[in-house]
């Protein structure tokens, strides 16, 4: 476990050497998800700092791109989010799912989107059709892709299933808040009414 945290360190300060150190003792696995970091992978480390050679380096060590963090970001998303177009280029040249949508809906071309890197943005509408094509050709070729994080995929059902019971509970106090503003306003108005009424129905004094 030292050894796994080790390299997750290593890829976030984004030394090679270490890297490289770590990988070759053959204890420590690359695809180990830091729960304290939401299931990030050494891999998403690198890619989130830019490091194209740490990124081909730990997939030669059998580092999958294709695995997801909590939230259904693949090392391509935090690329896109970070504006490192180089590992975008090392990701799509290695076949990794670069189009891949996350928890949102939001593919790595959107993030780079939403956080104007341009050149992402550009590179990835290509790289996007070609991941396609290269899809469709390992399918008639019938040959087998790495595209699917199974443990996320069994996390993904009960993180929906979450959200709709946090949701539903949200909407619940919601209401319950709207029915007794509601219940304050009508109590107010015939509060008023009935002080209106008090006033009408009160004889004048004579003078």
């Not at 107010?188 to 004889?203: N, Q, R």
Request: hydrophobic share 35%; net charge neutral; with cysteine.
């Amino acid at each position: 476990m030292a050894d796994m945290t080790e390299l997750h360190q290593a890829a976030a300060l984004g030394d090679y050497d270490l890297v490289s150190e770590i990988l070759k003792k053959g204890i420590s696995d690359p695809n180990h998800k830091d729960i304290d970091w939401s299931d990030r992978t050494a891999l998403h480390w690198a890619a989130a700092k830019g490091q194209s050679d740490t990124v081909r380096l730990l997939i030669e060590y059998g580092a999958r791109p294709c695995l997801r963090t909590d939230i259904g970001w693949t090392p391509a998303h935090f690329a896109a989010e970070s504006g490192k177009l180089s590992v975008l280029r090392t990701l799509h040249a290695l076949h990794a799912p670069i189009d891949t949508a996350d928890m949102h809906g939001d593919t790595p071309k959107r993030i780079a989107q939403i956080y104007g890197h341009k050149d992402c943005v550009k590179f990835l509408e290509t790289a996007e059709v070609e991941c396609n094509d290269y899809r469709l050709t390992a399918e008639i070729k019938a040959e087998p892709l790495d595209e699917v994080d199974d443990d996320w995929e069994s996390k993904k059902s009960e993180l929906l299933k979450a959200r709709f019971v946090n949701k539903k509970a949200s909407d619940k106090q919601r209401n319950v808040k709207s029915s007794s503003r509601q219940m304050l306003i009508q109590s107010s108005i015939k509060t008023e009414k009935k002080s209106i009424k008090s006033l009408v129905s009160t004889p004048k004094m004579k003078e």
